[in-house]
């Protein structure tokens, strides 16, 4: 259905990806610029875990670059909100314009973007996505870094955490003592894990 209502949107718009299906784009989960606790304007989705193309230890082979084209889906809100909304982007990533602490700020040109599971194409809210510096490529190496505009959280050595969602601001969830010696990708795994429980001991009492 995806790829159908992408090809349909394409012929549409008379634009060319490439001669690209769903499948051709790498799926990355992300945080969408729905439900924050903070709002931002403009919004920017966030890059929370990338994926087999930018594993734990990126290679020169697998950090995101300019011109990848990228399936970015919000699997967050379904989990802790009774919705349909499952907001999914696919795109094309563009030139790094900024240097946040912890994260690259790309722009982007998108080929479907939907706020739904199933597919209702729309134009999509922003054009902007935070890539975690550890999983980007050199190209944005001349960029100032600048302190901190996204609401993250800076951990040791300029690890970012993603902003809180409206659901994050629970009493009973605080984030557990810093490891030394993880990845990013395994912090944000921890951190994941650990509020699962967390919420999971409160469901029960």
Same mark, same amino acid.
């Given at each position: 259905?995806? #790829?159908q209502t992408?090809?349909?949107v394409?012929?549409?718009?008379?634009?060319?990806?490439?001669?690209?299906?769903?499948?051709?784009?790498?799926?990355?989960h992300?945080i969408? !610029?729905?439900?924050?606790?903070?709002?931002m304007?403009?919004?920017?989705?966030?890059?929370?875990?990338?994926?087999?193309?930018?594993?734990?230890?990126?290679s *020169? $082979?697998?950090?995101?670059?300019?011109?990848?084209?990228l =399936?970015?889906e919000? #699997?967050m809100?379904?989990?802790?909100? +009774?919705?349909?909304?499952?907001p999914?982007?696919?795109? =094309?990533?563009?030139? !790094?314009?900024?240097h #946040?602490?912890?994260?690259?700020?790309y722009?982007?040109?998108f080929?479907?973007?939907? =706020?739904?599971?199933? &597919?209702?194409?729309?134009?999509?809210?922003?054009?902007? /996505?935070?890539? &975690?510096e550890?999983h980007? *490529?050199? $190209?944005?190496?001349?960029?100032?870094?600048?302190e /901190? %505009?996204l609401?993250?959280?800076?951990q $040791? @050595?300029?690890?970012?955490? +993603?902003?809180?969602?409206?659901? *994050?601001? #629970? +009493?009973f969830?605080n +984030? &557990?003592?810093?490891?030394?010696?993880? %990845?990013?990708s @395994? @912090?944000m795994?921890?951190?994941?894990?650990?509020? $699962?429980?967390?919420?999971? @001991?409160?469901?029960?009492?």
């Amino acid at each position: 259905m995806w #790829d159908q209502t992408l090809q349909i949107v394409l012929r549409a718009l008379r634009e060319d990806n490439s001669g690209l299906h769903v499948w051709d784009y790498h799926t990355i989960h992300a945080i969408s !610029p729905f439900y924050r606790k903070i709002p931002m304007h403009p919004g920017v989705w966030i890059v929370i875990s990338p994926g087999s193309i930018g594993r734990g230890f990126p290679s *020169d $082979e697998t950090r995101l670059k300019s011109g990848v084209a990228l =399936h970015l889906e919000d #699997d967050m809100i379904c989990v802790h909100l +009774p919705t349909e909304v499952f907001p999914t982007n696919l795109i =094309h990533l563009g030139k !790094p314009i900024c240097h #946040d602490r912890g994260y690259i700020i790309y722009q982007f040109t998108f080929d479907l973007f939907s =706020h739904f599971r199933i &597919p209702q194409p729309e134009t999509a809210p922003t054009n902007l /996505v935070a890539i &975690p510096e550890y999983h980007t *490529d050199s $190209e944005a190496a001349h960029l100032r870094v600048q302190e /901190v %505009t996204l609401h993250q959280r800076i951990q $040791e @050595e300029d690890y970012a955490l +993603p902003p809180l969602h409206t659901w *994050d601001d #629970d +009493p009973f969830i605080n +984030p &557990p003592p810093t490891q030394v010696n993880l %990845t990013w990708s @395994e @912090e944000m795994e921890r951190l994941r894990k650990h509020t $699962e429980d967390v919420r999971g @001991e409160y469901a029960r009492r």
